[in-house]
């Protein structure tokens, strides 16, 4: 890596040129329920190509294509490869601008600790870029670090948000908070790591990923999940998040802008609760799409949102199919900003 070079990772809220989506299919664990999860899809996609492009990565474009119409598919470009699953947001690349200048970092994926297959989603940054699919960004090989872009919160301004469940994990990197803070530095030329050390959702397989817990919305600005139900199984652990959250400091040493987030109704699948979360919310051009789960707190969430978005749509997605397979809205995305604030 070289460290002389003047580097920022993006905040989600920063100028995007596209969003990736990785498109469901019959090898996967939703061929059950290709149609339902194909339908949430749609409506997340149909929603994206209305405040910019869309890149999707898929095993055949005439199965997608015929989802939309002539005028929806100029705004889509298509990827054909091979693909283990969806989560685009972890398995994607991260964009970091050096000097101004956008480069896609390529790190490892491993399946959030070798618990599932991988080995087709962690090449699938590598061969868009040999495609010419990233235009003029260069790729820089980032394999030697694990990393999912779901796993940590960037202001843009060099401080990320991150939870130690995740990062500290044995089956990712194995190294000390010190050893992965310097490396995160370094990547991103980061001023400062905000650790959580509290906090989780049950069903969750990403070991607490921050983004189904605490957001960035601006630089001053964190949405998290409350739960007030002293009787369910979170309720201590996001007491001891909301704690943690409230000694944060931006970068300019000020305190945060808190603002809660309902705990979702209780999901459960096969007598499993499921991690659902308003918190997996996907920033894009000029809106927030933000997972429902045909609930009365659906408006609460959406509500609490524009307090932190004020100039943006807020648009609900109903995630319910996404929920089935442990998954929410924001994992199921990521983008490429364009260097634009």
């Not at 474009?61 to 929806?72: P, Q």
């Not at 235009?135 to 980032?142: D, S």
């Not at 803070?181 to 790591?193: I, M, P, S, T």
């Not at 400091?249 to 007598?271: C, H, N, Q, W």
Request: charged share 30%; with cysteine; proline share 3%.
């Amino acid at each position: 890596m070289n460290s002389q070079k003047t580097k920022v990772l993006p905040a989600e809220w920063a100028e995007q040129q596209f969003v990736q989506l990785t498109w469901p299919h019959a090898e996967t664990d939703w061929a059950d329920m290709l149609d339902e999860v194909n339908e949430c899809f749609v409506n997340i996609a149909r929603e994206i190509i209305k405040h910019e492009n869309l890149l999707i990565v898929c095993i055949d474009s005439d199965e997608v294509e015929c989802h939309f119409t002539e005028d929806e598919l100029e705004k889509i470009t298509f990827a054909e490869m091979p693909t283990n699953d969806t989560w685009a947001r972890d398995h994607g690349g991260i964009t970091v601008l050096e000097d101004g200048k956008p480069v896609i970092y390529d790190f490892t994926f491993n399946g959030w600790g070798m618990k599932f297959a991988a080995n087709h989603d962690n090449l699938i940054t590598r061969k868009l870029y040999t495609a010419g699919i990233f235009g003029e960004a260069r790729h820089r090989n980032c394999f030697d670090f694990v990393l999912e872009g779901g796993s940590i919160e960037s202001d843009g301004e060099g401080t990320i948000l991150t939870t130690a469940e995740c990062l500290l994990s044995d089956n990712r990197n194995n190294l000390s908070e010190e050893d992965i803070e310097a490396r995160l530095k370094d990547y991103f030329g980061l001023k400062q790591v905000l650790w959580l050390n509290h906090g989780y959702l049950a069903g969750d397989d990403t070991d607490s990923h921050v983004d189904t817990l605490a957001r960035l919305c601006d630089k001053s600005t964190i949405a998290y999940v409350k739960c007030d139900d002293t009787e369910d199984e979170h309720f201590e652990e996001l007491r001891k998040m909301k704690k943690e959250l409230r000694k944060f400091k931006t970068s300019d040493d000020r305190y945060f802008r808190l603002i809660p987030l309902p705990m979702a109704d209780e999901v459960y699948e096969d007598g499993e609760r499921l991690p659902a979360t308003y918190a997996n919310f996907l920033i894009i051009n000029g809106a927030v799409l933000v997972p429902t789960y045909n609930s009365p707190k659906d408006e609460i969430a959406k509500e609490q949102l524009q307090k932190a978005f004020p100039d943006r749509e807020i648009v609900g997605i109903d995630c319910r199919a996404l929920i089935k397979q442990h998954g929410s809205l924001h994992c199921v995305t990521m983008q490429y900003p364009s260097g634009k604030e």
